[in-house]
């Protein structure tokens, strides 16, 4: 990958370019990535919106295929230079069983670092998540910290669990010899919540709003701080992380960076509230309404709910344990190793990406769409 932009053109594969964050990766490449020859876009679900691509100087190539079967994955890396790899089951509303979670995250991406061994792909990077950190089991909380912070993460819950292992597996695998003899270079992006265009449980919390006469009933103290990141600036660093790992692969290979921008430090509810306010919602207390042993108890009543129901439907509502706990524990990020190891600065400001979403928001309308 070592020739100028202008003589070698080069093939991406992007796992998951369907989903929130991967459409933006995947339009950010295109707009972004001057060495781009051909973008593969590999995804469970292909996104309709895929074929507006296809009329540009890039070669677009959508590819239908599962990450837990290895042999489709080794079908769409063979001859990528570089693989951005962020299919996985997002799922702590217990949606799916375990096993499939596991089977996703890390078998999928087991099956993507083989595929790169086999095939010579050499440059991967891994969409990892702040939960391989936190908050752990014990709502300890993380504040302001970075990639060095002494933090004991413990996990139960399937998400976590299989995010931990994942990014691991990735990064035990730099260094491997991949076919032709020369070493893979791997590393592992860890955004916290990610918020903007596309964002499913945004468009979740607004329509329960419309849905409670434009109201939304605060259930976690202002004082816990949550950490969030603008989806464009999250697709940016795939971008240069990809970019930057052959030409700094000593100082980049095995590395995890945090992955943030300069959305301000608030509670989840609160930060939500940007722009749902702008979108005409109002957040009912300046405290829990309620306490919390009884937020504690509906969590765990819809937990039952969601087990009796499981043979008629799918109940799987915002609140259950494993959220409640996530957004009761303060988990912050402050770091500038991704700023020193390959020059990552927030390609979109505060202000821009607050209004992006405001406006993205506002076109859903509270619609499932
Ligand atoms: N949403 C967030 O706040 C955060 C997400 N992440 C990570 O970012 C990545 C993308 O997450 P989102 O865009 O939020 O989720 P998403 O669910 O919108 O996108 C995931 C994509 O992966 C695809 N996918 C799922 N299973 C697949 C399979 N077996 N084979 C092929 N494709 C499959 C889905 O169809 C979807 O298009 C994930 O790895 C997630 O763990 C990390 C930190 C925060
Ligand atoms: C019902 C209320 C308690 C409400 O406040 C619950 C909010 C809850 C749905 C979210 C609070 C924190 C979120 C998670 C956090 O942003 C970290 C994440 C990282 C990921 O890799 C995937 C998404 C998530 C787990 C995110 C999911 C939604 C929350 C739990």
């Given amino acids: 990958m070592a020739d100028s932009a202008q003589a070698q053109k080069l093939v991406y594969l992007v796992t998951g370019g369907c989903g929130f964050l991967g459409e933006h990766v995947v339009r950010m490449l295109l707009q972004r990535e001057p ?4 973008l593969r876009v590999f995804d469970l679900h292909l996104g309709p919106w895929l074929e507006e691509l296809k009329t540009g100087p890039v070669r677009v190539t959508a590819i239908q295929g599962d990450v837990t079967q290895a042999h489709e994955v080794a079908a769409a890396v063979a001859g990528a230079h570089v693989v951005i790899h962020t299919a996985g089951l997002v799922d702590v509303f217990g949606r799916a069983s375990p096993k ?7 078998q999928g991406t087991r099956n993507v670092i083989e595929a790169c061994v ?3 792909t050499r440059f991967l990077v891994y969409t990892s998540s702040m939960e391989v950190v936190g908050p752990n089991t014990k709502g300890h909380p993380f504040y302001r910290g970075n990639e060095d912070t002494p933090y004991e993460a413990v996990h139960r819950h399937p998400y976590p669990c299989s ?3 994942a990014e691991w597996l990735v990064l035990e695998a730099n260094g491997r010899k991949v076919c032709g003899g020369l070493p ?36 976690i103290p202002a004082s816990v701080e949550h950490g969030r990141v603008y989806v464009g600036n999250v697709a940016w660093m795939h971008v240069l992380a990809a970019r930057e ?3 700094r692969a000593a100082l980049m290979g095995g590395q995890v960076y945090f992955c943030y921008d300069g959305s301000p430090y608030k509670s989840y509810e609160d930060f939500n509230m940007e722009f749902l306010g702008p979108c005409g919602l109002r957040l009912v207390g300046a405290r829990p309404l309620v306490p919390y042993w009884l937020l504690v108890f509906l969590a765990a009543l819809n937990v039952l709910l969601q087990w009796l129901l ?3 439907l799918l109940y799987a509502p915002l609140l259950n344990p494993y959220t409640l706990a996530v957004a009761n524990t303060t988990f912050t990020v402050s770091t500038d190793k991704a700023q020193r190891h390959f020059g990552y600065e927030p390609l979109f400001s505060w202000e821009d990406s607050r209004t992006r979403t405001i406006l993205w928001v506002q076109a859903t309308g509270g619609s499932a769409q």
């Fill in 100 to 106: 499939t979670i596991h089977e996703v995250n890390v």
């Fill in 118 to 120: 086999q095939t010579g």
């Fill in 310 to 312: 499981r043979p008629l």
């Fill in 163 to 165: 995010k931990a292992l």
């Fill in 245 to 247: 790992l052959e030409r």
């Fill in 35 to 38: 060495r781009l020859g051909e």
């Fill in 184 to 219: 893979l270079v791997t590393c592992a992006l860890r955004p916290t919540g990610i918020y903007g265009e596309g964002h499913q449980i945004m468009r979740d919390f607004y329509r329960q709003g419309l849905r409670l006469g434009g109201r939304l009933f605060r259930a």
